[in-house]
């Protein structure tokens, strides 16, 4: 159905038999070889068979607080929002990307809004706090993986390209893989 992957560390690859997508985490960017160039940041995004959503980690992490001052009335200023405890939004951007009902999280080594990110099969990351939080089925490592599965207790497998045929073909156990 799809296979994943990744020529360096801070990029992973989707390719399905109608396209082909590449998120960059450096750079909080997709790329789908789309007309109108490349697209940056949050948002939600269908491409061929794979819907994606760019969640904003700085307001996921600030999702429901308002811009207050200390008197109760709307900040009129940056300072007053800042002073408020608004986080203004840094760009900083994580993906759930969903193929045929296998949702494939791409986190890079971010440890925020990871509860906006939801439930995820297959987790592309270098955080063993998100391995945790999530429980996704498959790790691909996207950082240091001798120091993932040293603190996970489990092997790598190295692969060129991890396969997926559907969602019944992930494994029951976690398993890492580098690529």
Known sequence: ?????????????INTKKTSVTFNIAENEIDAGLTVGKIKGPGEFEIGDVTIRGIDVD????????????DGDEASSDKEVAKAG?????????????????HVGIIGGCEKALDE???????????????????????????????????LKLTARTEKKYKVKNESSLPATLEVISL
């Open 1 to 13: 159905m799809f296979d994943i992957e990744s020529k360096n560390p801070d990029e992973i690859t």
């Open 59 to 70: 307001k996921a992490a600030t999702a429901g607080e308002k811009g207050e001052s200390e």
């Open 86 to 102: 608004v986080v203004k939004s840094s760009g900083q951007t994580i993906y759930d990307a969903e193929i045929g009902g296998v």
């Open 117 to 151: 990110l939801g439930m995820a099969d297959i987790l592309c990351t270098s955080s063993v706090r998100a391995v945790r939080e999530v429980e996704p089925k498959v790790v691909i490592s996207m950082g240091n993986i001798d120091g993932m599965v040293t603190e």
